[in-house]
């Protein structure tokens, strides 16, 4: 994933990679066109997927818009072994308003780079539409931005490599990308939608001393039954104990929820009525509200 072309340094950034006392860093280098990482039996089948990221004017679903999204497929192995990259893709959008200076300062995108520009929305619907799932570092923040821009994308199976991955199992600690992908031996530009969907890829692709990739680990995470329960009504006495039981507040629908595993949902519910709906609590609904969670409605926004 380097194409360096001078041997000295090639050679000098092995002398030192050969040292305990020395970590080497080399910048992740797609390309833009399609790329084959390994060989592979044309008779057993692949899977294809696509890597996506989005720059934003803000954090707000509700009121920002997207101004860079990029998309690249790849294909992928039973074993969850990536074996071929597609050619990247990436658009922007103009937003209609001035960026904020703190949006410039992250993405080194100004108001000139996005005048005038637009997403084509039918070509990014279909690029995604045509693979078994979608992957982003951080699928709770960037599918209910893709699937308010493009609605026919909506409903495809979502995977997230914050949240589905197990990365201890990889002995990686934190969980920005940059940072990930730093402990798998790269750097990149980050905050630029394409380069950031480069780094997913080749974070995907990296494998244990097992050989068992982080996409492999992706795949099972985002294929577990849970269930999404929601503490609708609880008191605002209620606030501390259900942040501490790790329940995340939706501004959007003004309640706390959380995922549980299928098979704890009857203990959630019985925690909930010691804690949350108990007399005193200040509860304005009798229980929980509790739906199934799969690949396909996972980090969306309700319907």
Known sequence: MLRESDPALASAAALLSSSLNYRVLRRLDLGDGSL????????????????????????????????????????????GRIVRIGRARSWREDPGVPLHAEITRVTGLTDPDLAGQSIDAAEAAAVLTSCGAVFSHNAAFDRPFVERRLPRAAGLDWGCSLADVDWDEFGFEGRALGWLAAQSGWFFDAHRAAADVDALIALLAHAGPDRRTVLASALEGMNRAGWKVSAEGAGFEARHVLKARGYRWDGRLKEWWREVRDGDVDCERRWLEDHVYAPGMGARRPGPRVQVIHSGNRYSLPS
Not at 58 to 69: F, M, Q, R, S, T
């Open 36 to 79: 084959e990482l390994h060989a592979y039996d044309a008779a057993r089948p692949l899977s294809v997927a696509a890597a996506l990221d989005v720059e934003t004017t803000g954090l707000d679903v509700a009121c920002d818009k997207i101004i860079e999204l990029a998309i690249r497929r790849f294909a992928y192995d039973e074993e």
